[in-house]
């Protein structure tokens, strides 16, 4: 149990939608991250937040784009979907210690 | 930029036999290491982490990983598997301060009765 939590669980969607995935991390964590895991492969990174503003990202386009709210839940909005972003959609919160707590991610798939 | 590899893409070991499976790093900067696990149709789970002092890490079901700066690895071993071991293994750097994990591929470990 790591006290970071994502809804949906799984959600399906058709090519040119717009999704919304939510993240509620755990107390004390001011650091969010967001991961997409496609079949067969390692995590890659999305962004981070810190303290409600983006401070790093990844190789990914800015239909990619994120919120991190007062109360330690966070955002992952994707609009124009592509087939090739279906994925395991993964938050994770950290604190001061440097390791990371994932969720049990979001299952996208665009049909 | 910094890259992980996983040598081994899937490893079969029959119950109770020893495993290590085998990560390495490319970096020029102190790094923090981790290792963590993934069940199926579920998130990841932290095994066990390197940040800083001793350069042997155990985790609390027997799995142990040792850093080893001069070969930039941190392979991960155990000395007697359980069919409850199977699992994708993913070995991960975070570079200094910043969230960012950089993991990778993966090593499908499957445990055989």
């Known amino acids: 149990e790591t006290g970071v939590t994502q809804s949906p669980t799984h959600l399906i969607k058709t090519r040119g939608q717009q999704v919304t995935l939510r993240c509620s991390s755990q107390?004390?964590?001011?650091?969010v991250s967001w991961y997409q895991q496609a079949l067969g492969q390692g995590p890659q990174f999305i962004f981070q937040?810190?303290?409600?503003?983006?401070?790093g990202r990844g190789n990914f386009p800015p239909r990619f784009s994120g919120l991190q709210f007062p109360n330690y839940s966070s955002e992952l909005n994707v609009n124009a979907l592509e087939l090739d972003d279906s994925a395991l959609y993964l938050c994770?919160?950290?604190?001061?210690?440097?390791?990371?707590?994932f969720g049990e991610g979001s299952r996208l798939t665009v049909l | 930029a910094q890259s992980v590899t996983q040598l081994d893409s899937q490893v079969p070991v029959f119950e109770e036999a020893p495993v290590e499976l085998r990560c390495n790093y490319s970096?020029?900067?102190?790094?923090?290491l981790f290792w963590y696990v993934q069940y199926p149709n579920q998130g990841l789970q932290l095994l066990l982490k390197?940040?800083?002092?001793?350069?042997l890490v155990e985790s609390i079901n027997g799995f142990e990983a040792e850093f080893n700066k001069s070969q930039t690895s941190f392979h991960l071993r155990k000395p007697s598997v359980h069919i409850s071991d199977t699992a994708e293994y993913f070995c991960?750097?975070?570079?200094?301060?910043?969230?960012?994990?950089?993991f990778g591929q993966g090593t499908t470990l499957q445990v055989k009765p």
């Open positions: 390197y940040l800083s002092g001793s350069t």
């Open positions: 937040y810190y303290r409600e503003e983006e401070n």
């Open positions: 994770a919160s950290g604190g001061e210690t440097g390791e990371l707590f």
């Open positions: 970096s020029s900067v102190s790094v923090y």
């Open positions: 991960a750097v975070r570079s200094g301060n910043t969230g960012k994990l950089i």
């Open positions: 107390s004390g964590h001011n650091t």
